[in-house]
């Protein structure tokens, strides 16, 4: 067999992006173990001559519980809201052919052209007028409604990569659209789902304009406006800070660790081959 020369340039390479990737990790989670005088006076770099987990505990007694909750309630809803509503509308995207209903949709992924900070105004407007202003429902309706274009085109493409051929077996069996929907489409769109799971999941964990308008009480308060706490007039804690982030980044991590791979197909457009 012949023997394969070693690529000393990927590996390189692979070592310098290790490097840019892992030093801000190994920065921020070496900060979070810190007190705030031996961080000031040490410098980002340096390890911990101290070990401790006071910053950790400070984040809990700050609220951070609350918050946490508040965000895991908003997230759950806004993906419950997007899988319940976007794989029936990509399926009749999909299987219509009908001329309004490409109408229909390329008005729905107008959407995409429109930004969030564009109709901030109108929307607390309307978000008062309805009475839910400085309430979860009034974050999560706004949240769910920016996140649906995306989503549906995603799981429209995961969608035509489904062969006509098995629509044609199911609807020669004598399934109706329903059965065909549930026992054929979803089951494989399972990576388009999980893509439109993370990304909603994303956008409703790391939200921050619409939770800043729209609520104002600490009992509606979100993760990403009690990283303001850390902040105060005469300077930023920030082990204090950065231990608040890595709480607040875990379970979106894991959500990501689980669906990773069906991430990445989904976005690539082959879930359903």
Same mark, same amino acid.
């Given at each position: 067999m012949r023997k394969t020369r070693p690529n000393f340039l990927a590996g390189f390479g692979s070592l310098v992006w290790l490097l840019v990737v892992g030093l801000p990790l190994y920065v921020m989670l070496v900060a979070t173990f810190q007190s705030r005088p031996d961080y000031a006076a040490n410098g980002p770099l340096a390890p911990p001559g101290r070990f401790t987990l006071d910053n950790y505990l400070g984040v809990?007694?700050?609220?951070? *519980?609350?918050?946490?909750?508040?965000?895991?309630?908003?997230?759950?809803? +806004?993906?419950?809201?997007v899988l319940l509503l976007v794989p029936p509308l990509a399926y009749t995207i999909v299987r219509s052919r009908g001329r309004a209903t490409g109408t229909v949709f390329r008005l729905f992924l107008l959407g995409l052209a429109i930004p969030s900070q564009a109709v901030i105004v109108p929307?607390?407007?309307?978000?008062s007028e309805a009475g839910l202003y400085d309430s979860l429902i009034g974050v999560i309706l706004p949240?769910? *409604?920016?996140?649906?274009?995306?989503?549906?085109?995603?799981?429209?493409? +995961?969608?035509?990569?489904?062969?006509?051929d098995l629509y044609e077996a199911m609807t020669v069996d004598g399934a109706s659209p329903r059965r065909v929907f549930f026992q054929l489409v979803l089951p494989l769109s399972r990576s388009g789902l999980s893509t439109i799971v993370v990304f909603s999941a994303l956008q409703a964990w790391n939200g921050f304009l619409f939770p800043l308008v729209?609520?104002?009480?600490a009992e509606t308060k979100v993760i990403t406006l009690g990283l303001y706490e850390f902040q105060t007039e005469h300077g930023v804690d920030t082990p204090g800070l950065l231990a608040a982030v890595v709480l607040s980044m875990l379970p979106i991590l894991l959500v990501y660790l689980f669906a990773r791979r069906s991430l990445v197909q989904g976005l690539m457009g082959v879930g359903g081959k």
């Amino acid at each position: 067999m012949r023997k394969t020369r070693p690529n000393f340039l990927a590996g390189f390479g692979s070592l310098v992006w290790l490097l840019v990737v892992g030093l801000p990790l190994y920065v921020m989670l070496v900060a979070t173990f810190q007190s705030r005088p031996d961080y000031a006076a040490n410098g980002p770099l340096a390890p911990p001559g101290r070990f401790t987990l006071d910053n950790y505990l400070g984040v809990l007694d700050s609220g951070f *519980a609350q918050y946490f909750l508040n965000t895991l309630v908003v997230t759950g809803c +806004v993906v419950g809201i997007v899988l319940l509503l976007v794989p029936p509308l990509a399926y009749t995207i999909v299987r219509s052919r009908g001329r309004a209903t490409g109408t229909v949709f390329r008005l729905f992924l107008l959407g995409l052209a429109i930004p969030s900070q564009a109709v901030i105004v109108p929307m607390f407007f309307v978000i008062s007028e309805a009475g839910l202003y400085d309430s979860l429902i009034g974050v999560i309706l706004p949240t769910a *409604a920016f996140a649906m274009p995306v989503s549906t085109l995603i799981l429209s493409g +995961v969608m035509r990569d489904i062969t006509p051929d098995l629509y044609e077996a199911m609807t020669v069996d004598g399934a109706s659209p329903r059965r065909v929907f549930f026992q054929l489409v979803l089951p494989l769109s399972r990576s388009g789902l999980s893509t439109i799971v993370v990304f909603s999941a994303l956008q409703a964990w790391n939200g921050f304009l619409f939770p800043l308008v729209l609520t104002q009480s600490a009992e509606t308060k979100v993760i990403t406006l009690g990283l303001y706490e850390f902040q105060t007039e005469h300077g930023v804690d920030t082990p204090g800070l950065l231990a608040a982030v890595v709480l607040s980044m875990l379970p979106i991590l894991l959500v990501y660790l689980f669906a990773r791979r069906s991430l990445v197909q989904g976005l690539m457009g082959v879930g359903g081959k």
